[in-house]
């Protein structure tokens, strides 16, 4: 498969064209299986080394003859130092998709970002390989039940991470339209944004045709159910924030891989658990079989870790790990 990066008009993100991908047309190709490379939450502003753990990815991604990469979000804030990550995106020889993080709009606003990378739409839909993906946006927060969408830190302190009446009005009729399988992407996980009720309503209505909705933002591997719909957390590329409260990270317990001249560079990481390596997901699709695998990358923490460091340890219920734990499910 190859990929163009020209704006033909017909695909739904100037970072991927797929009516250049070469090959068997999707009426005569057979079933088979998928693999998507996924990775979340680099924070290129926040943890030192994002263009090794970024290079590792692209080259892991080849290496496992990835059919499409997918971007999770808080990837890199825009700006004259972070046009190498725009640069590197937009060359990705993979097939690529990305959805925005909420730390994405904290230095710009959404169209800014969505012009760095080159998005046309803060959320899309697309075909690929027999599959319906939909890329939401929960960049919204809430004020007297109108939705603003996120700009330059305004979410702070806000009811937040809201799809919005109009966006689900575009999901429903995607989802009613479509007679594929559909996987959902979302930087927060659909099943936690401010309007939830809503949210699940409709993909419960639609569940037969639910692959997951895959989500990062909250830093940690791991799957839940509802309802017969599977929502998987993809783990942070680069680290497990666990704030204020908890006792600091210090450059004595990061030696050898941060110094104190790191952290004058990068004032919030004494609030992470750094991850030692790029952290990556792959999730394995069998349209036959109706089954997802993950597996993925295994590292270790910098430093003490979250439960050390007097954190609980855990997620939304699910534990801050330094690894990928491979997990089978199947849809339907």
Known sequence: MVSCRKNCGSCPLYSVCFCSIVGISSDERSVRDMKLAVMADLHVDLVPGAQRRLTDFFAAARREHADMIVNLGDFAAPGPENQWVADMWRSCPVPHCMVLGNHDMDESDKSGVMQFYGLKRSYD???????????????????????????????????????????????????????????????????????????????????????????????????????????????????????????????????????????RQ????????????????????????????????????????????????????IAMTAEVKERTFCWG
Not at 188 to 207: F, M, Q, S
Not at 270 to 278: G, R, V
Not at 289 to 309: D, L
Request: proline share 2%.
């Open 266 to 317: 990068y004032p919030f990481l004494k609030y992470m658990t750094p991850l030692a390596e790029a952290m990556y997901e792959f999730v394995d699709i069998d349209l036959e079989k109706r089954q997802i695998s993950v597996s993925g990358t295994r590292s270790s923490f910098v430093g003490r870790s979250p439960v050390e460091r007097g954190h609980s340890g855990t997620i939304n219920g």
């Open 125 to 263: 839909t697309f075909v690929f390989e027999g599959v319906q993906f939909i890329l939401l946006d929960t960049n919204h927060f809430e004020r007297n039940g109108i939705c603003y969408d996120y700009a330059y830190r305004n979410y702070f302190g806000k009811q937040r991470e809201f799809l919005g009446a109009e966006q689900r009005r575009w999901l429903r009729d995607v989802l009613t339209q479509t007679e594929l399988p559909c996987i959902l992407f979302s930087h927060e996980g659909l099943e936690n944004t401010g309007d939830k009720e809503d949210v699940l309503a409709i993909l419960k209505e639609y569940r037969d045709k639910m692959v997951a909705c895959i989500n990062g933002h909250n830093h940690v591997d791991g799957v839940t159910e509802q309802e017969g719909i599977h929502f998987l957390d993809v783990i942070s590329m680069s680290q497990h924030w666990i704030g204020e409260t908890t006792q600091l990270l210090t450059a004595e317990e990061c030696a050898g891989y941060f110094t104190e001249e790191t952290f």
